[in-house]
């Protein structure tokens, strides 16, 4: 696994950096992910994989990656546990995944509609994804059957 900075941006005072992650996986497959560190917080901002990984895989990459991006972001991994001290990687509460995950969105998008306010916000809200991987998550829900097809198709 190898991590390094691909970019920073400098601005009134304050610092972006992007860093490019590269994991080269056993079977010969490789997972390449783009993370970005602004204001002692560390997010992933796309992820690309070959082959395509499944969400469980997906959530395995995450905690391969976790120390070395915070070491390189220069966040201590032991002080990442302690909230006072230093935030998390990501900087929401622990969603479920999986199939558990699908239904919360499911739930959290039908509660929104209900109440006239927009779901995908309140996805977005819930999970503490962007809105490009709330509109994903929401796919996948579709996909599980927790929410009707998006077009009737005849």
Known sequence: MSVWPA??????????????????L???????VLAVAAGGRVGIEEVRAQPPLTLDDLAAVVDWIEEPLLQACGIVPDQADEPAESPQ???????????????????EYLAAQREGVDPVCAVM???????????KLIAGARDAGFLTPRHARY
């Open 125 to 135: 809200r819930a999970t503490g994804r962007s809105r490009r991987r709330s509109l």
């Open 7 to 24: 970019w920073e941006v400098r601005e009134h005072g304050n610092v972006t950096t992007w860093f490019a992650v590269r994991l080269d």
């Open 26 to 32: 056993p079977d010969g497959g490789m997972v390449d």
């Open 89 to 107: 990687c990501c900087d929401r509460a622990a969603a479920p995944r999986g199939i558990d995950g699908l239904r919360l969105v499911a739930e």
